[in-house]
């Protein structure tokens, strides 16, 4: 079965197009490597021992988009990451955010709502809880107003996909809602490659480790947690990668019990970044380098899943532990440099 991966080439999109092939589709990547590189594709074969089929064009050209689909009419389902994430730079520059974050979506929408028959998967993100009244956090948890526009179009990209599958007979859709996404392939073939400086915190802790950073700034300890800085929900991209097949499976075997659902895709436990530095102490064998700084705008305090809807209606369960996946993450920034 022939499945597209936008933004395969991308941290999550190349873990997940190794565990589609492994599975045994057929995968086609479409991606413009504006924050990715072609070299994952040999990473990504390298693993399966398939190459994936690549066309790199931007999906911000919508006739490009049509005549994709209608090259390749016998697609059966998309999962779409390409989209930009960076937090700030949404602040700074909104405009590209609503552009590539929905434009795009509506884009791959209007082809498929025209086929009999397809599934859609969306990255989407815990961002759209904000900070959550109750944890661990429920996928019925109310959406808060959004911190930043990257989190606004997670939130309104997900209303677009539900409208859509009102009317869209043939279309069914899930929306993942990521927590932390950590880590590296375990073969040390493909992982994380931030370009510049890294906004997020792991990349930031081993590029810190191997000295291409002086020090980790870690921002405030003074929230009220068991050690006063800020607690998420730290998910090995192996284990993500693989909830992005069995959501996909789901929709093919019509297993859906709405056509569109959403489910948070979290470890269930809630880590300090202090304890995240520790375990990365302990994997590396290695004191961190790191000092306490203010707060950072528009952090929330904790925010970790409650993961039982995935676990008992998706059958998906992370199986991997921090130290695991900070060791994947450590052995991968050892090995690109
Ligand atoms: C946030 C969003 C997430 C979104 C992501 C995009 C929430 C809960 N999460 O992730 O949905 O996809 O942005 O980038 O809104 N930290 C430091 N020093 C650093 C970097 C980070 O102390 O140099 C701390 C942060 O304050 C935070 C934790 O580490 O407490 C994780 O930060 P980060 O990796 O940036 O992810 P989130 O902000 O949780």
Redesign the pocket.
């Known amino acids: 079965m022939k499945i597209v991966v936008t933004g395969g080439l991308g941290f999550i999109g190349s873990h997940t197009v190794v565990e589609l092939q492994n599975k045994g589709f057929e995968v086609v990547i479409v991606d413009n490597c504006s924050n990715s590189s072609e070299k994952v594709l040999e990473g990504i074969t390298a693993i399966t021992g398939t190459s994936p089929t690549f066309e790199k064009f931007d999906l911000r050209e919508k006739t490009k988009v049509q005549d994709f689909f209608k090259r390749h009419a016998d697609i059966t389902g998309v999962i779409h990451f390409a989209a930009s994430?960076?937090?700030g730079e949404s602040v700074q520059n909104p405009l590209l955010y609503y552009e590539n974050n929905l434009n795009v979506l509506i884009y791959i929408l209007q082809e498929l709502q025209k086929k009999t028959k397809a599934g859609f998967i969306f990255s989407s993100?815990?961002?759209v809880?904000?900070q959550a009244d109750d944890l661990p956090i429920t996928e019925s948890a109310p959406i808060k107003p959004a911190?930043s526009p990257?989190?606004n179009t997670?939130q309104i990209g997900e209303e677009i996909i539900r409208d859509t599958c009102k009317v869209a007979k043939g279309l069914d859709a899930i929306a993942l809602r990521?927590?932390?996404p950590i880590g590296a392939h375990p073969s040390g073939h493909i992982g994380e490659l931030p370009i510049g400086v890294?906004?997020?915190?792991?990349p930031?802790i081993t590029q810190t480790g191997i000295g291409k950073r002086e020090q980790?700034?870690?921002?405030?300890d003074d929230y009220p947690t068991k050690d006063g800085?800020?607690?998420?929900d730290y998910i090995h991209v192996v284990d993500l990668a693989k909830a992005h097949v069995i959501a996909l499976q789901r929709l093919l075997d019509e297993k859906n019990e709405q056509n569109f659902e959403v489910f948070n895709i979290g470890t269930g436990t809630g880590s300090t970044?202090l304890e995240?530095i520790q375990s990365f102490e302990k994997v590396a064998g290695q004191p961190l380098n790191y000092k306490i700084v203010d707060?950072?705008e528009?952090?929330?305090i904790a925010?970790y899943a409650d993961t039982q809807k995935a676990n008992n209606d998706l059958g998906w369960k992370a199986e991997s532990t921090l130290d695991h996946a900070m060791d994947s993450a450590w052995q991968w920034e050892q090995k690109i440099n």
């Not at 890294?198 to 792991?202: A, G, I, M, S």
């Open positions: 994430k960076a937090v993100s815990c961002t809880y904000g911190e990257y989190g997670k990521y927590f932390n890294p906004q997020n915190l792991v930031f980790l700034s870690v921002f405030g800085t800020c607690i998420r970044v995240v707060r950072r528009g952090d929330v925010a």
